[in-house]
Structures are given as C-alpha cells and as structure tokens.
C-alpha cells in the first residue's frame, strides 16, 4: 500500500531527471523511508539512480513495492499541477493492482501501471573513484556550453592543485581550469583524466543546485552527485568515457 502527498515542484523533478535519462518508462520502487529509481539510458551510456527520501514529502506511508511506471503517461499529469500545489498518490494492491491513482486537487487520475517484471532491473555500480572534484554548478556549465560550441566532446582532468575541462575543435580551444581554491573539494592523490560526451554530460548536470560532485579515474566513467527536492533527494549517475577519441 502506499499513501503520499508531496509538493508539486520535488515530485516534478524526480520524474523529468527519470524521463531524461530512462526515457519510456521506469521501475519505481517504493520503500519505508524512500522512492527510488535506477535507470539506464537506451544507449547505455549512463546509467543513474534516483531517491527522494520521506522527509520530501507532507506525508508519506509505504510499503515496499515495485510500480511499473509509464513516464510518457506521467509527465503530462504532473504538468497540470500548479505551483505549490500538492500531489497525492495512493496505490492498494488489494483493492487494485493494476492502477495508481493520482490526485491533484478536484482531479483525479487512474494511471495503469506496466507490470514491474517487463521493466529490467539496472543495478548501479559500486565503482570508487579516486579523483574526486566539488565545483559550482555554474563555473562547470559555463564551461560545458562553451566546449560544446567547438566540439562534440572534451576532456576532464583531476591533478592535486587544479581542475581542467578541456575541448579542442578543429580549430579552436577551450579551457576552463579551476584552482584547488576556486573548488568546493579536491581530493586526489595523481593525476587523472577521462574524455567524455558533452550531450550527455550537459543533459546530467541540468537539474544540479548549486554545488555538484564529480569523481574521475583514468579512461574510467565520470560520476556525478547532487542533490534536489530541497535536499531531500539524492542524484547519482555514471557516464562511461569516450576512449576512442583518443586514439
């Protein structure tokens, strides 16, 4: 069974970072203290999880349970919500399985749900990384639309005094290196570097706040943590290198 009321605005977000990356549909799983999510792009190039932790919502009561959800469906009933307004969800499988009910106000919507076992189950790594970078979200943006004017790709570098994002066009460059004291966190005990889409990464780094957190190895993924919903979610993802483009 689940009963919950949250804020339009924390739900929204948790969706459309879902939809970006699963882009169809996910497997959402309700538990005691959190939703959760993982997920993987269909290129399988990134892979992400997703949690929204109780404290997120005006009230919340849930079992654990896997709901088969249909991003296509659920987006656009989330856009009907106002600013502000509070979005109810209630699933009992005794009562029936088959749909969530979805209430905004007046408005009442039975969202039929996939079933959970056609959904494949993405399990995300645990992978430690050792170079390890916290940086402004709006120093790290800067720096991606400017790589993106010149190129499909760049470069990040972790050393123990800097941060570098590096991208060379055919014939144009661009850098946007970043010393220990400009960062938020360094932490890396060589140098490490790994060469990675902008697409992606641009599309990864789209609902951060105002600090993110990047972890690098050597032609290793890069992984990226934020939060949102006021804090009380948590974004992780992998986006796996681009090796060839060294050669």
């Known amino acids: 069974m689940l009963k919950a009321k949250i804020k339009e605005n924390k739900i929204k977000v948790f969706f459309e970072i879902a939809e970006l990356i699963a882009g169809a549909d ?3 799983k309700g538990r005691k203290n959190d939703f959760e999510a993982s997920m993987v792009d269909p290129a399988m190039v990134v892979m992400a999880e997703l949690k929204l932790n109780k404290k997120a919502f005006e009230e919340y009561s849930c079992d654990d349970m896997d709901l088969g959800i249909d991003l296509n469906k659920m987006m656009p009933i989330l856009k009907l919500a106002s600013s502000g307004q509070i979005i109810e969800f209630e699933y009992n499988d005794k009562q029936d399985k088959e749909h969530l009910i979805i209430r905004i106000e007046n408005l009442t919507r039975k969202l039929r749900l ?16 050792p170079g390890v970078i916290g940086i402004k979200t709006n120093e790290l943006t800067k720096g991606v ?103």
Do not use: C, W
């Open 145 to 247: 639309k400017a790589a993106a004017a010149i190129s499909d790709h760049f470069k990040l570098t972790a050393t123990k005094e800097y941060f570098e994002l590096f991208a060379e066009g055919d014939t144009d460059e661009v850098s946007l290196k970043l010393p220990k004291d400009l960062l938020t966190e360094l932490k890396t005990d060589k140098t490490y570097s790994s060469m990675f889409g902008i697409d992606y990464f641009q599309s990864l780094i789209k609902y951060a706040p105002e600090d993110l957190k990047l972890s690098l190895g050597n032609d290793n993924p890069v992984k990226i943590e934020y939060s949102f919903a006021e804090e009380s979610g948590i974004f992780t993802s992998m986006q796996a290198p681009r090796i060839e483009a060294d050669k």
């Open 26 to 28: 996910i497997k959402l």
């Open 114 to 129: 996939i079933d959970p076992s056609d959904i494949k189950d993405t399990k995300f790594p645990a992978l430690q990384l």
